[in-house]
């Protein structure tokens, strides 16, 4: 949260969101310090990442009936395996095409909310 913090204000982004896992505790000094910091919301992560990741991707995933763990594992077996750096943004940008996301972004209201923010002036 700090690092998102120091970000936001050296860049000076007008909009700014934090994406957190839902599998963890939202502190309330947290939450109060992303908002006094200038963040627009807190938007939840079902209950992680990869679970969001495997809801676009399959629409008929229910993440809310996995754990982080199961998400985790099946991502990585799924559609990483065989990277060797799951951390470049290009091995996700082959997965992820613009096509993908506007059409899911109409099923996937946290998609939605993500690409409003990323995409408002």
């Not at 807190?42 to 009936?65: H, K, M, Q, R, Y």
Request: net charge negative; with cysteine.
């Amino acid at each position: 949260m700090d690092k998102g913090i120091a970000i936001k204000n050296e860049e000076f982004y007008d909009t700014a969101f934090i994406l957190l896992d839902t599998d963890k505790e939202w502190p309330e000094e947290v939450v109060a310090k992303a908002l006094a910091n200038g963040f627009n919301e807190l938007i939840g992560s079902v209950p992680c990442i990869e679970g969001l990741l495997i809801t676009i991707l399959e629409l008929d995933f229910n993440a809310t009936s996995k754990d982080t763990d199961f998400c985790k594992k099946y991502f990585d077996e799924h559609y990483l395996g065989k990277l060797k750096d799951k951390l470049i943004a290009e091995n996700y940008s082959r997965i992820f095409t613009k096509d993908i996301l506007d059409e899911r972004r109409k099923r996937v209201a946290v998609l939605d909310k993500i690409i409003n923010y990323m995409t408002s002036a």
